[in-house]
């Protein structure tokens, strides 16, 4: 792996200059041992390459599949990944827990090496890769910040010209002067992704360690990073928030073991990884000692149910849906109600609605009950299912997430209106045409 000159941040960008390319790119891991290898086997591997042999480890390793248990040490976190990234372009990466993300953002940031391949990278890289990285814990904010940016090459008088900048981002102002490991894992995040942003990298790489921020952070990162391609700089953005990286990205990876299954534009990779990695779930059932829950309320049974005048069990957009619950209510005399809470599959809220009112005083133990999606209402697409016991009418006590997950197919009756709708809800209106004399 080498690198190329770095860029002139101030030129124009370029539209078709790659500045990073990834060919034939691998990365071996061996499972169960604190590193990656011994010295037998690198001696071993070594005497293979000078005889023009094939690395004797690379016939015995698995595909990194998470779910499976393997058959020997070695797994591929990475399988001949090619893709390239122009100037100022944002790519979205996107695939399940333990598709190789990060491993493959560990090694563009040369936190680790690959196993065989190559990567071209033209320009300075700033990571924010996990909480953390690149930071001393036992220096200062101030330190730290000066450190990263000597790190990336800048001299001091550079780095004090972005400081304030740096600091008001971060909104940690007060504890600039404190050692980082007193940091929440907020406030690291902050000032890692500030730091990161404002020392004038031409690649910027950012992991889902966003989420640790708050909502009105992730905001401000979101805009940072548009900035920062709107400037010529490169932008690497791994997240499994589908809204963030469609609003921010204008192509995207999926990867999938290790393997880049998909490289086009942001929205088909999306709709392709999601059509790939839908678990749906129309109910599900417990005994008390497993129960999913907490002291105020613990979840017995849910399930969900089309109810069609045709008596088919597939939901379409013409289906009323019934959702049934049973939950064990551990208080007694308590005024409790039910929120349900509609998503979309990219983790958007499609609405959220109260159950009934006035709200019933319920008597310890088993509660059950009934709602219901009126049709002609919801979208084609996937969503999910959340259900809130909510005491008096807003305080939330106990969260069932993701209970169940379903797929809105369009309707296939010949006479009923074809074709994709914008938007989650597509409620059947009825417009009465005045005609003017």
């Known amino acids: 792996m080498r690198n190329f000159l770095n860029l002139n941040p101030n030129t124009e960008p370029s539209t078709s200059m790659e500045v990073i390319k990834v060919e034939n790119l691998y990365k071996q891991y061996r499972l169960g041992q604190v590193s990656t290898g011994s010295i037998a086997h690198d001696l071993n591997r070594w005497w293979h390459t000078v005889r023009g042999k094939e690395d004797p480890y690379e016939k015995i390793t698995g595909i990194n599949n998470r779910e499976e248990s393997g058959s020997n040490d070695y797994v591929w976190a990475l399988q001949d990944i090619n893709f390239s990234v122009k100037q100022g372009e944002v790519l ?14 560990k090694i563009l940031s040369k936190v680790t090496s690959p196993t065989k391949g190559n990567i071209k990278v033209k320009g300075r890289i700033a990571s924010l890769l996990e909480v953390g ?17 000597a790190i990336l090459g800048m001299t001091k008088s550079e780095i004090r010209s972005k400081f304030d900048e740096i600091v008001a981002f971060s909104g940690v102002e007060k504890y600039i002067d404190t050692p980082v490991k007193r940091y929440s894992s907020g406030m690291y995040v902050r000032l890692a992704f500030a730091v990161a942003a404002h020392l004038e990298p031409e690649i910027l ?6 989420a640790v921020g708050d909502v009105d952070f992730q905001k401000k990162c979101i805009g940072k990073m548009k900035d920062v391609s709107g400037e010529g700089r490169t932008v690497l953005f791994v997240s499994h928030n589908m809204e963030a990286v469609k609003g921010l990205c204008q192509r995207a990876v999926f990867l999938e073991q290790g393997k880049v299954v998909k490289n086009d534009s942001t929205q088909n990779v999306i709709d392709f990884y999601l059509q790939n990695n839908r678990d749906l779930k129309l109910s599900q059932k417990f005994e008390y000692s497993n129960a999913p829950g907490n002291e105020f309320a613990k979840l017995k049974s849910v399930s ?8 088919k069990p597939i939901i379409t957009v013409k289906s009323e849906l019934e959702i049934e619950l049973e939950y064990w209510n551990e208080f007694d005399q308590v005024a409790t109600n039910l929120s349900l ?9 499609v609405f959220a609605a109260i159950t009934q009112l006035p709200v019933p005083i319920l008597q310890k133990g088993v509660q059950r009950a009934k709602c219901f999606i009126p049709k002609d209402l919801l ?13 008096d009418t807003s305080i939330p006590i106990c969260l069932f997430d993701d209970l169940l997950m379903f797929e809105v197919e369009e309707e ?8 994709r709708f914008p938007g989650f809800v597509r409620p ?5 045409i005045i005609k003017n004399d």
């Open 92 to 105: 979205g990466i996107i695939g399940r827990n333990g598709a190789g993300k990060s491993t493959l953002l």
């Open 133 to 149: 990285t690149g930071f001393h814990p036992e220096l200062t904010g101030r330190e730290n910040i000066f450190l990263n940016g």
């Open 205 to 210: 790489i950012v992991d889902e360690v966003l």
């Open 304 to 311: 969900l149910k089309p109810k069609r005048d045709d008596g």
């Open 341 to 349: 809470h509609l998503n979309s599959f990219t983790g958007e809220c």
């Open 379 to 391: 979208n084609t697409g996937f969503y999910s299912i959340s259900i809130y016991v909510v005491k």
């Open 412 to 419: 296939r009756d010949s006479t009923y209106w074809h074709g």
């Open 428 to 432: 059947k209106l009825n417009f009465k």
